[in-house]
């Protein structure tokens, strides 16, 4: 398949999707989550990547939203669908099974923001703005805003932004855990690949399990956590990494995993 709306290329086993709308400032209409959803599952099943960077294209906007003149005349079933559609693409990263980091310069507002979200971890230029401006156009968040804000920054401070629309600085969002650093614009994409591999030095299956783990344990109770965690443990002792990572460890060298 041929994106018109995404950049997509792999070198060193990481993979970089580029969101590439720039005349609309990257903004997400049905087209652009039909490619991502068929690059995402590209991704998932390609075993030589092993890591995914998300960006946007230009150097204004990682992503405006949602496609505002595409939206505008949604009826209450295609309104469902539009939603359904963007939460099972971004769920998709999120369950990815491999690291995936979002690289923000510029605008995340709405679908943006969200986008940003449901990605593993968040890297922002100090110029970047965030923010869920739905509620200024009589809509609410459609692609998880309302249900992975209050997990990311807590309720009290979910509520407020989605509530004033209020834009946030990148300061701001790196000082309430919306994102994970703040650096400058031309040192985001080696900040993101540095911290990739950074990941992939590590046991491949434990980094999956982690991220299983941390997912699903959120999304239910502390009990149902940990059990989901003890299992994964178990399943991470079964694996041959572990007794690598643990032989490695005492005879004092790096450990040398095969993802097994
Ligand atoms: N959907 C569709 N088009 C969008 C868009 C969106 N979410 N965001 C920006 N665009 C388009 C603009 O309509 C404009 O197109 P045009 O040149 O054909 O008129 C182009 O992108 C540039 O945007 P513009 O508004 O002129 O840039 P700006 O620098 O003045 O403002 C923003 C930037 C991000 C503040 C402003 O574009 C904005 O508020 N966008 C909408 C954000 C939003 O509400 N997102 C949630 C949607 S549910």
Redesign the pocket.
Known sequence: MAYQNLLFETEDSIAVITINRQ???N???TATFLELNDVLLKIQQDGSIRGLLITGSGD??FV????????QDLSLEKGVEFSKLGQGVFSLIENLGKPVIALIDG?A????CELTMACHLRFASDRS?FG???V??G?I??YGGTQRLPRLIGRSLALEYLLTADIISAQRAYEIGLVNKVVPSEELLDTGKKTLKQILTKGPVAVKYILETVHRGLNGTLEEGLSIEADHFGMACATEDMKEGTRAFLEKRKPEFKGL
């Not at 405006?64 to 939206?71: Q, S």
């Not at 507002?109 to 943006?112: H, I, K, P, R, S």
């Open positions: 005349e609309k400032l903004a997400l209409n204004k906007a405006a939203g949602a496609d505002i003149e595409e939206i605008y507002l709405g679908g943006g703005k869920q401006p739905e200024n156009l809509l968040p459609g």
